[in-house]
């Protein structure tokens, strides 16, 4: 369960990114953040993966107190987390295949285990035949699903997603949305920040709009947010 | 730590120092003319105390007595001698015996010419004492402690040889700690811009990984690895040419000074390498792992 109480970000030149935040996640809930370009959303993402520290409030993941969590504490944290981004993030000398190990290999997994866990991860995405292929020789959903295997492998609580489909068409935005949708079924508790209101609209969950850092809306389809 | 963690950060480690060959290179290089200018020094230094040595086993200071003193005051002098603590051996040697060593060295065959002094024995006043010191250091002190004893009328050293090779041995010394320090702080320069590049390099990935849940150990250790192994190479190169450059020096003087060579001793490579290595490799292997090490925990937040 994620528990975010009065939370505010303010950063150093003065922005305030986010103001008075209020969100419970249950476990194995699937969430959209909404809000338009600068609203907070990524803020709020950096936040849960304790990238940055809130100004004030208390974030509570899983019974953690991200706050008082020490540092040397932080990198076991993220391995309870998975986390997806707009641009990718694939390493580019490496094969898809070394991608989603390096996630385990990083944390020091045996090499038995990642064997296992690699091929189960890119079947699970669908990519099994590309696992040699190198990220610029596939399409940009594919290598969104690299990063979703890769942020799988080590098997998290909660699967973050920064704009999975920013840089994707709808048609494999679509696609990226259903994979989500299954990791979700799996157990795993799924937050996706988005731009669309098509996405949202399609999917019928739950969906938290923020304006300029505030909450505006956590009741259903974010309906009353138009895009842009 | 797991083996296969092992063998990842040494891999890594090893990639980094690929993709940035030219930097790696030059702090190698750097740090391989630091560690030869060390051998060099190192090698000089030996050779030479070992000559001091053998120098100090052989020279040593003689005191002549004045004319007319009894042998009992003489031994006296000879029993304050020996209570220097400075003092390794002093051997008194009487008149009679100088007088026989003499004939032995100067009458070589011709005993009968010696015949002619008979009795009468031409060094009756050259009781003397041979005092050998325990290091050559002590040498002018002693000298001049020697002096102030009236009975002494004479003292035979070597002022030079023994304690020049000691002072030239010691600015030696000096001299190559000095340029040593310089080499080692341009390499632990050099050393730290190439580590700077190379997390330079690896931004991205050092990124992912700290959002994976790496541990900073895990990021930081391939770029210490990479330290130390450009340290290892940069000892090892000098190391090795300085062996067979030794060898073929020594074997060149031998046969060139060969004449010399009950002067010239030189310590057989053999001796003098375990423990080269091991300074050696101190040296490259340190400069290396503190040179990332420093540079990665400042420029590498993890
Ligand atoms: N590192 C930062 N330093 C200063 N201001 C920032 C930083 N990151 C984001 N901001 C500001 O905080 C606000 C919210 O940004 P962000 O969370 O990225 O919004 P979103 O992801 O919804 O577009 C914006 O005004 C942005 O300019
Ligand atoms: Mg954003």
């Not at chain 2, 003098?272 to 420029?299: C, D, K, Q, Y």
Request: with cysteine; aromatic share 10%.
């Amino acid at each position: 369960m994620i528990e975010i109480t009065d939370l505010n970000k303010v950063y150093k030149a003065g922005t305030r990114a986010l103001k008075n935040v209020n969100i419970t996640i249950e476990d194995g809930e699937f969430v959209f953040i909404m809000g338009r370009s600068g609203s907070g959303k990524s803020t709020l993402m950096k936040l849960l993966l304790k990238e940055t520290e809130p100004t004030s409030g208390r974030i509570i993941v899983n019974d953690m107190d991200l706050t008082r969590m020490p540092r040397r504490y932080v990198p076991k944290y993220r391995r309870r987390l998975g986390v997806v981004f707009q641009d990718f993030r694939l390493l580019k000398d490496k094969t898809v295949y070394e991608n989603v190990a390096f996630a385990q290999r990083v944390i020091g997994v045996p090499i038995r285990t990642i064997r296992e866990n690699v091929p189960e991860m890119l079947r699970l995405v669908g990519l099994s035949s590309k696992y040699k292929s190198y990220p610029n020789e596939l399409s940009g959903g594919e290598q969104q699903r690299v990063a979703i295997a890769r942020a799988l492998v080590n098997s998290p609580e909660i699967l973050l997603a920064d704009e999975p489909t920013g840089n994707l068409d709808a048609h494999n935005s679509m696609e990226i949305m259903g994979l989500l949708e299954k990791i979700n079924d799996r157990g795993t508790t799924v937050i996706v920040v988005t731009h669309s209101q098509e996405i949202v609209s399609q999917m019928g969950r739950r969906v938290i709009t923020l304006d300029r850092g505030i909450v505006l809306d956590d009741s259903g389809e974010g309906g009353i947010y138009d895009e842009n | 730590m797991r083996i296969s963690t092992f063998f990842y950060c040494l891999k890594e480690g090893i990639k980094n120092i690929g993709r940035n060959i030219w930097f790696s290179l030059a702090s190698a290089a750097i740090i391989s003319a630091c560690i030869f200018l060390f051998c060099l020094f190192f090698a000089l230094t030996a050779n030479v105390q070992y000559m001091v040595r053998m120098a100090e086993s052989t020279v040593g200071i003689t005191v002549f007595f004045d004319e007319g003193i009894s042998e009992a005051e003489i031994l006296a002098i000879g029993d304050s001698i020996r209570e220097r603590s400075e003092v390794k051996e002093a051997r008194y040697i009487s008149a009679e015996e100088a007088w026989e060593n003499f004939q032995k060295e100067y009458f070589k065959g011709m005993e009968e010419l010696a015949e002619g002094f008979a009795d009468d024995n031409p060094l009756a006043d050259s009781a003397s004492y041979e005092i050998y010191l325990k290091s050559i250091d002590d040498q002018a002190g002693m000298v001049e402690w020697l002096d102030t004893i009236p009975e002494i009328r004479k003292i035979n050293y070597s002022s030079d040889t023994a304690s020049g090779l000691s002072n030239f041995n010691r600015m030696l010394g000096l001299l190559s700690a000095v340029i040593i320090i310089i080499l080692l702080a341009v390499a632990a320069f050099l050393i730290s811009n190439t580590i700077m590049t190379a997390a330079a390099f690896r931004r991205d990935e050092n990124k992912i990984m700290r959002l994976i849940g790496a541990t900073g150990f895990m990021i930081r250790a391939p770029f210490v690895v990479e330290g130390i192994v450009i340290g290892f190479v940069g000892a090892a190169i000098p190391l090795i040419s300085v062996y067979f450059l030794y060898r073929s020096a020594v074997a060149y003087m031998m046969e060139k000074f060969g004449i010399l060579s009950n002067l010239m001793e030189f310590i057989p490579i053999q001796e003098i390498f375990p423990e080269m290595v091991a300074v050696a490799m101190m040296l490259g292997v340190g400069i290396g792992f503190v040179g990332s090490f420093f540079t990665i925990r400042r420029h590498l937040k993890v």
